[in-house]
């Protein structure tokens, strides 16, 4: 268990709306990733973070922005969801930089109407 | 581009049998290989193969490392229905994006009793 939480575990919202989906870890670690998956995609990588203040973007960031105040906390924002944002997100940790191994979170089921 | 490719993309065999799962990749410098598997919830780590450790082995799984043919192999003996997931393939290269995973698109692997 690497102490990751997601919340909300599901979430139904309307096109349009503001979703902000968190994860939070117990251990400190540095990096931490959000991805979505969806079938015939496997898992895609949206953002990334090497620490506090410190983000990037991944392969299918448009739509999305992401934040990180506290090393604990990383928010994933979908500004105005769109039903092509129906997914599973993942969230992720990763222990070090000289540890390659990615730990995921329980994930969010988000279905946008 | 990068990229890591899984085959076959689904498997459906018999309790008992044994399987390989195929992951080929197209990595610039390529750091680590890492297999997970995805029952109805979060991926979990399986095993990681790098040039210093190319095989490796647990229980009824092993799985090797051919840096000659960018390719590794997943096998699994006397299979089980516990044994049904999505298996997952994922690359990590040393150098730029902060030590990324690219995920192959996954093997849906079901055991029938």
């Known amino acids: 268990d690497a102490g990751i939480t997601q919340s909300p575990r599901h979430k139904v919202t309307e096109t349009g709306t503001p979703v902000t989906l968190r994860c939070h870890q117990t251990e400190n670690h540095r990096y931490m990733y959000w991805y979505r998956q969806d079938p015939g995609h496997g898992l895609r990588l949206i953002h990334y973070?090497?620490?506090?203040?410190?983000?990037d973007k991944g392969e299918v960031s448009d739509g999305y922005s992401v934040s990180r105040s506290k090393t604990e906390d990383f928010l994933l924002t979908l500004e105005s969801a769109t039903s092509s944002q129906t997914s599973v997100y993942f969230c992720a940790i990763r222990p070090g930089l000289a540890e390659e191994t990615q730990y995921f979170g329980p994930g969010t089921r988000l279905l946008v109407l | 581009e990068d990229k890591v490719v899984q085959s076959p993309l689904s498997l459906v065999v018999h309790e008992g049998d044994t399987v390989t799962l195929n992951c080929s990749y197209e990595v610039t410098n390529f750091r680590s290989l890492l297999w997970y598997k995805q029952e109805k919830k979060a991926p979990t780590f399986l095993f990681m193969l790098?040039?210093?450790?190319i095989e490796k082995k647990s229980g009824r799984l092993s799985s090797i490392l051919d840096k000659k043919e960018l390719s590794s192999i997943l096998n699994i003996t006397a299979t089980q229905t516990g044994d049904s997931a999505i298996y997952l393939c994922a690359v990590g290269s040393y150098g730029g994006s902060q030590g990324n995973l690219i995920f192959g698109k996954g093997t849906k692997l079901s055991v029938k009793p």
């Open positions: 973070s090497y620490g506090v203040k410190d983000t």
């Open positions: 790098t040039s210093s450790g």
